[in-house]
């Protein structure tokens, strides 16, 4: 099981350079807390854009179900077509697909 950096605000603070560098290198998120608890989560770009990513994915998947709940007790072909217009309409949303960037 995955457990992440976990830091205090101070300690963060006053290594903001070093903890950057790791951010980047490692692409995991650090959880940074304050009076003992969880006060933020700082993660590279990438791994958030990733996030956001897989996040959407998962609403686009559920959406799908959706539809395709409602359209049962429909003939195929209306119902094939349905879909095909839902899935149209969530990669409109989404725009253009992006290229993952290479990492140096």
Do not use: C
Not at 14 to 28: C, I
Not at 83 to 89: G, Q
């Amino acid at each position: 099981m995955y457990l992440p950096e976990t830091t205090t605000y101070s300690e963060f603070r006053e290594n903001l350079s070093s903890h950057f560098k790791r951010l980047k290198k490692s692409d995991k998120p650090t959880l940074i807390t304050q009076n003992g608890k969880t006060a933020a989560v700082v993660m590279s770009p990438s791994a958030y854009e990733r996030l956001m990513s897989d996040a959407e994915e998962s609403r686009s998947i559920e959406r799908l179900k959706q539809a395709q709940k409602s359209t049962k007790g429909r003939p195929p072909s209306n119902a094939f077509a349905d879909l095909h217009a839902m899935v149209d309409a969530i990669a409109r949303k989404q725009g253009p697909a992006r290229k993952s960037k290479k990492t140096r």
